[in-house]
Structure formats: C-alpha cells, structure tokens
C-alpha cells in the first residue's frame, strides 16, 4: 500500500540541542581539544577604544578562520554563509542556534588593524606548537626546511617591466608593504637581480618560473619541521627567490631557539640550502649537523681532473696534485672575499706527463677553495652515514606538508596581497594543519562508565 505524508500539528515548543547534534567523530570535535584562546581577548585588549559601540569578539573571528583554513573555505564571504548554516560550525564557534554572524567585512578590518598590530595571529600559531609540544608530538632532535611557491593574487597580463618600476603616483596599502620591505634580506634585499615584470596591484611578489612551466607572479611560503611527526614548528614568507629562501630558514631556526627553546642536532634540507655560507651558519654558530647535499660546482665534464682528484693537507694548508706535486696559496680572498685560489708551479706543471688531463689550456693548475670548505667536508663526511640516508627519506615529510596545504587546504593561490597578506594566510594555513594533526594524532579519550 503505498504511503501518505500525514502533516501533524506543529508542536509548541522545540528542545533543541547542538552539542547531541554534532557527531563526536566530526573533525571540528577532535580540534576543539587543542583551540586554547583563553589569552586572546588580553593580548588584543590594548588595541580596542575603551568608548564607543562593542566590537565583534576576537574569540569569534579567530574560531571562524580556524574553520575557514581547516577545511579549505577561502572566501570570506563564503565562510560567513557556511557559519550560518552549518550547525558543526556554529558549535565551534559557540553562537547557539541564534548567534549573529559577523559580516564579513569585520575579517578585514580587523586583520589590517588589530590582528597585525597585536601579531595575533603569530601569538595563535606559537600557542598551538606549544600544545603539539605539550603532547609530546615534537621531539626537537632532528629539523627540516623547504619553502614552496604560491602564486599571488596578482594577473601576468597587467605586470609591467621591472626595469622601468612603478608608476610614482601608483597608491595601495600593497604598494606601501611593498616599499616597507626594499631593505628587507627575505624581500626586496635578497638579491640585486631586477626582476622581469612587477605586479602594480602586488609588486612584492616575484614574477617567477621556477616550476619550469609558465611564468607567474609568487611568494614562498618556508617550513621549518620536526621530523618525528611532521609539526610544523616554524613558518615564514619570503620573496620567491633561493637567497630569501635560505634567509626565511635561518630567521625560522633562531625563533625556535628563542621562542620554544629548541636546539636540534641536525638539519635535513635540499641543494638549496647547500651553500658553503649556510653550511657555516649551520656547523660553526649554530652547531648543527647539516644534513643536506653540498652545492657544489667543481666537477668537470670535459675529461680533465677536477677537484676532488687533489688531496688537501689541513695540517700544511696545501692542496696535492696526483703527482704528488703542492699547490700553495698567498692567502688572498677573491670573489668578495669568499674563495682561496691554490696554484701549482709552472715549472711542476710544464714538466708534468698528466698536464693534457689537468691544465691543457693554462700554464699552471688552480683551484679554488671556499673559506668555509670546512663545513663544507662536514657535510660531505656526513652524507656517506646511514644516518644521512634516513633523514633524505624523513625531509619528504616537509613536500608532504606542502602538497596537504594545496591539495587539501586549498591554499596554492593567496588571497590577500603584500608581504603582511602572504605572512596571515601562511600563519592560518600551518596553524590548521596543526590543529588537524593534533586531531589526528591525540585520540578523544572515551568517557568513563557511570558508576
């Protein structure tokens, strides 16, 4: 028989209960455990009037980026519509059934005045690496770096060549930032090169190709991990360049010395960051065992001895040749003062039977050494133990974390422009991995049976 929809009277009065509606597997139930924003509504208190109307809750728009990051809403348009259907969503955000949501032109008031002039959002990150701490999720030994692209919101088509700059009378908040970091090592001061095109509307992100496919304008995003589980213990925006990468990673090891009292034995990290500068860095002020390949360009191809063919003795400070033969230096810095250069005698070279195979087109063999060759033999001594291999396989984890912020995340074109844009949506996108990792990784402990 078929059935008939019978319409009874509508009932009086409604109980109605949001914590028996969102199920205890929901994700946000899991994140809610490790969202601590006791310290907010203080850390921001100086910057609000102490007159006037009642502003927005601080609380309230942090819960609701926490949401938008965690499951990849980009919009914040968008993310207030969710808020105000979704009942998991207002759950976090503690509204009730009958909570305003804010509009969303609050988010952008607030990010460009009290959320970056507190550094809230820094504070937020830093409070959630100190619970992965808390729980035991970080084990401070061993590190890794590497910084990805993201594309600016910025169009190919309207950039104009950097060699012409921009227009003087050209104004935008992104155009000030932009001028705000010139002088900046991980901006503007990372490298002399001018580059292609500049974006008026962003001229602090980089017209860059390092994806070997089409140009775009970009930021870099930088990673500092702990190997154990992949926390994300750092995170940096930098111009899309390999100097200001290398740059973001030195600022991100000295903050985790400073803000969470980490020393980590090594670091695992690609060619990248194989300079014999960095290398330095790494082995003599921060005594760091650098587990990355060395940047090195000594090897010949065209059949003659290179480099490593000739033994060096620490002890005499001479290089060998395979005939037995000293080069020698006079100790004279070249290359802005960062490289040696070892000679052999001509009268050694000229007589020599090996000269066809070592210096056919030079009367006499030279070569080149670093000033900071010694950190570059600690790395290379440290790339043939086993050790060296397992922390190659672990530095995957970093690409891991880049590859959820894309795929997962959504974040592989930003939303927001400038230098300040770039570091808010990088701060939120690592805190909600965080968050999703401590989630994953704590299990909701069951509650215990009535007695």
Excluded at 115 to 137: H, I, K, N, Y
Excluded at 147 to 174: F, H, M, T, W, Y
Excluded at 293 to 315: E, H, I, M, N, W
Excluded at 411 to 437: H, I, S, V, W, Y
Aim: charged content about 25%; aromatic content about 8%.
């Amino acid at each position: 028989m078929m059935g008939e929809r019978r319409v009874d009277q509508a009932a009086l009065f409604y109980e109605f209960s949001l914590e028996r509606h969102v199920p205890a597997e929901h994700m946000l139930r899991a994140i809610d455990r490790f969202v601590d924003l006791e310290g907010v509504r203080a850390h921001v208190a100086p910057f609000y009037s102490s007159t006037g109307r009642p502003s927005i809750d601080p609380e309230l728009l942090i819960r609701m980026l926490i949401v938008g990051y965690c499951f990849g809403i980009r919009s914040e348009r968008r993310l207030c519509e969710e808020v105000h259907l979704n009942l998991a969503y207002r759950w976090f955000c503690r509204l009730g059934l009958d909570g305003d949501v804010p509009d969303h032109s609050t988010f952008s008031k607030n990010r460009h005045g009290r959320f970056r002039e507190s550094d809230l959002l820094r504070q937020l990150f830093e409070t959630v690496v100190r619970r992965c701490m808390a729980e035991g999720l970080v084990g401070g030994e061993g590190f890794a770096v590497d910084a990805s692209l993201i594309a600016a919101d910025a169009n190919r088509q309207s950039g104009v060549e950097g060699a012409k700059g921009l227009d003087p009378a050209l104004s935008s908040r992104a155009v000030d930032e932009y001028l705000a970091v010139l002088d900046d090592a991980a901006f503007g001061a990372a490298t002399p090169v001018t580059p292609r095109y500049l974006a008026p509307s962003d001229p602090a992100a980089r017209w860059t190709a390092a994806k070997a496919g089409p140009a775009f304008f970009a930021y870099s995003t930088n990673y500092l991990i702990d190997l154990d589980h992949a926390v994300i213990v750092e995170v940096e925006a930098s111009s899309a360049v390999r100097q200001a990468e290398v740059t973001a990673a030195k600022t991100m090891i000295d903050r985790a010395q400073d803000r969470f009292d980490l020393h980590p034995e090594r670091l695992a990290a690609d060619t990248a960051y194989g300079s014999a500068e960095m290398l330095d860095w790494l082995v003599t002020e921060r005594g760091i065992a650098p587990h990355v390949p060395v940047f090195d360009k000594s090897q010949r191809t065209d059949g003659t001895f290179s480099r490593d063919d000739f033994d060096y003795d620490a002890d005499n400070d001479i290089y060998l040749c395979p005939q037995g033969k000293p080069l020698t230096t006079r100790g004279t810095l070249v290359n802005d003062g960062a490289t040696l250069i070892y000679r052999a005698s001509k009268r050694d070279c000229q007589a020599c039977a090996l000269k066809p195979t070592c210096s056919p087109n030079t009367p006499a063999r030279k070569i080149p050494r670093s000033r900071h060759e010694s950190s570059r033999d600690v790395a290379r001594r440290i790339a043939t133990t086993q050790a060296y291999v397992t922390s190659r396989r672990q530095r995957k984890k970093v690409e891991m974390c880049f590859a959820h912020l894309k795929r997962i995340l959504k974040l592989d074109r930003l939303r927001l422009r400038g230098p300040c844009g770039a570091r808010d949506e990088f701060l939120l996108a690592a805190t909600a991995q965080n968050l999703r990792k401590l989630a994953k990784l704590i299990p909701v402990q069951a509650p215990l049976p009535a007695t």
